[in-house]
C-alpha cells in the first residue's frame, strides 16, 4: 500500500495507511484515543437506533444522547413520568437497548486502549474546554471519514481484544 496524501486536498489517496491526526505529543495520546471512542460510538448508536421498534423509543434515546433527557432514573422525574405512559414492551425495549448500548460502548472503549472511568473523565475535560472540544471533535470527524475513505481492513467492532494488540 502506498503511504502518500492527495497534496492540497487533505484526503488521504487510496491505499494509503496513513491517518491524520490532530493531536500529535505522547502526552495528547488519550485525546486522540478519545476522538476514536466518540467516532465509533457513532456507529454504536446508530447501529442501536436502527433496530428501535417504538417512535416512543427511539425518541428518549434520542432527547437523552442530545442531553436533553437525563440517563440517570435517580435524577429525572420526567423521564419516569414519560415512562409510565409506556407499555411493558416499550419499557423492555428501551431498558434493554440501553443496556446493550452501554455494554458494547464500554467494550469499544477498553479495546481503543481507555478505561470507561478514563474516557468518562476525558470527556469532563472536553467538555470545559471549547477549544479542546473542537479539536477533539474534528479528530473523531477525520477517523469516521477515514474509516469510510481507505482501504482499511474491516474488523467487528466489538470483539474483547484491543486493537493493535497483536491479538
Do not use: H
Not at 485525546?31 to 425518541?59: H, I, N, P, Q, T
Not at 481503543?112 to 479542546?132: E, I, M, T
Amino acid at each position: 500500500s502506498t503511504t502518500s496524501t492527495n497534496p492540497g486536498s487533505g484526503l488521504l489517496t487510496t491505499g494509503s495507511t496513513q491517518m491524520p491526526t490532530l493531536f500529535f505529543t505522547p502526552t495528547e495520546a488519550d485525546l486522540d484515543r478519545y476522538a476514536a471512542c466518540l467516532a465509533a460510538a457513532e456507529g454504536l448508536r446508530r447501529a442501536r437506533d436502527s433496530s428501535v421498534a417504538s417512535s416512543r423509543v427511539k425518541r428518549a434515546l434520542q432527547d437523552i444522547d442530545s442531553g436533553k433527557l437525563d440517563a440517570s432514573t435517580s435524577k429525572n422525574k420526567a423521564k419516569d413520568r414519560m415512562m409510565k405512559r409506556w407499555s411493558a414492551d416499550e419499557r423492555k425495549e428501551f431498558d434493554t437497548l440501553r443496556a446493550s448500548y452501554a455494554l458494547n460502548t464500554a467494550k469499544m472503549v477498553r479495546s481503543l486502549g481507555l478505561s470507561v472511568a478514563r474516557f468518562n473523565q476525558l470527556g469532563k475535560v472536553v467538555g470545559s474546554d471549547p477549544v479542546l472540544k473542537e479539536r477533539v471533535m474534528e479528530q473523531a470527524y477525520l477517523y469516521g471519514m477515514a474509516a469510510g475513505l481507505t482501504g482499511m481492513e474491516k474488523v467487528p467492532l466489538i470483539t474483547g481484544k484491543r486493537i493493535g494488540s497483536g491479538g
